[in-house]
């Protein structure tokens, strides 16, 4: 009996345990497909450029924008440590970027950071559980505690998106005031280059294959995770 109940403790441990680290799987998931979208990535920036008309807006040629596009890309990702770059607008050699853009961006290069840590601790977390639940003959119980993890994600990011939706301008605001402890994000399109590089229809395309891939992975998980818990059943999985 005392076996019995100890055994039912352990898979209870291991079911917490492994539902944490399918939640802790959703935002390195997520991060990842961030930094794989914006990162290093110059013929998405130059096809989205195209699209939106922005060297025309910013008067630079696609060539000389795409040049400060990747030093600023290079900025964020931490190989650089200034922003500030020269370069030719309406023919005339000059820095690209404002005081206030500049005090901006070093706020959004610490969020970037902190964004790569998160992810890559998240990883790490999920990997050690669902490497110490193989070893423990625990494998049905990743299995299914990843399917609830990926619902539960996706129930509670629905809901919060809902309540976007109810006010978008409001909580973009808050969002902003959480993160950012000044009004240097409050840019003017007239005044600042770097808000007119990512106008609505870009921010638009790029959230939106950001959130279609980000589906995409977790579909293959669930559906790879089912066929697992199908194909080889309950028993045969906890034997293995």
Same mark, same amino acid.
């Given at each position: ?11 209870? *441990? ?7 680290? !399918? %939640?802790?799987? +959703?935002?390195?998931?997520? =991060? ?6 914006? @990162? ?19 008067? @630079?040629? +696609? ?9 600023? +890309? !290079?900025?964020? *990702?931490?190989?650089?440590? /200034?922003?500030?770059?020269? !370069?030719? $607008? ?45 070893? /423990? ?5 990743? %299995?299914?505690? &990843?399917?609830?993890? $990926? ?9 919060? %998106?809902?309540?976007? %939706? ?20 409050? &840019? ?38 089912? =066929? ?13």
């Amino acid at each position: 009996m005392q076996n019995q109940e100890k055994k039912h403790f352990h898979n209870i *441990g291991a079911k917490v345990l492994a539902f944490a680290a !399918a %939640l802790a799987l +959703m935002p390195a998931l997520l =991060l990842s497909c961030v930094a794989w979208r914006v @990162m290093d990535d110059l013929p998405y920036f130059e096809q989205e450029y195209t699209k939106y008309a922005v060297p025309e807006t910013v008067h @630079m040629d +696609m060539t000389e924008l795409l040049r400060v596009t990747e030093h600023m +890309m !290079a900025y964020l *990702g931490g190989e650089t440590d /200034s922003l500030q770059i020269e !370069a030719q $607008i309406d023919g005339v050699q000059t820095p690209f970027f404002s005081e206030k853009e500049i005090r901006h961006m070093v706020d959004v290069q610490e969020l970037f950071a902190k964004g790569t840590i998160l992810r890559n601790v998240c990883f790490v977390f999920f990997v050690l559980v669902a490497v110490g639940l193989l070893f /423990s003959h625990k494998t049905e119980i990743l %299995l299914r505690q &990843l399917r609830w993890g $990926i619902v539960v994600f996706f129930a509670l990011a629905l809901a919060f %998106l809902g309540l976007i %939706l109810t006010d978008f301008n409001r909580y973009f605001t808050i969002f902003h005031l959480i993160f950012f402890d000044n009004q240097d994000w409050i &840019l003017d399109p007239s005044v600042d280059r770097l808000i007119n590089l990512v106008p609505l229809g870009f921010f638009f395309d790029t959230v939106l294959w950001i959130v279609g891939v980000f589906v995409a992975c977790n579909v293959v998980l669930f559906v790879g995770a089912s =066929l697992l818990l199908r194909r080889f059943g309950k028993k045969q999985i906890q034997q293995s």
